[in-house]
């Protein structure tokens, strides 16, 4: 089991940020939550997949949703 957290950063949404996270969750691909977080980004998004492979194929994913602006992706090592 891989276990990845992608860090991801919303552009102006006019939905609405938890409407956002909505649609992260509902991508059903591997991801285990979504967290809302203040800082230099918006979401923090769990994931528990097969293969490093899996986790570049959910970065793809939530980077193809309307107002995603850019994520950063962390393999965890243990």
Request: no cysteine; charged share 15%.
């Given at each position: 089991m891989?276990?990845?957290y992608i860090m991801v950063k919303a552009a102006a949404v006019t939905d609405g940020i938890d409407h956002l996270k909505e649609e992260l969750l509902a991508l059903d691909n591997g991801i285990e939550s979504a967290h809302i977080?203040?800082?230099?980004i918006d979401f923090?998004?769990?994931v528990d997949v097969g293969t490093p492979a899996d986790v570049k194929d959910?970065?793809?994913?939530i980077q193809?949703?309307?107002g995603i602006e850019?994520?950063?992706t962390y393999i965890a090592m243990d």
């Open positions: 891989v276990h990845a977080v203040a800082g230099d923090i998004v769990k959910i970065a793809g994913g193809a949703v309307q850019d994520t950063q």
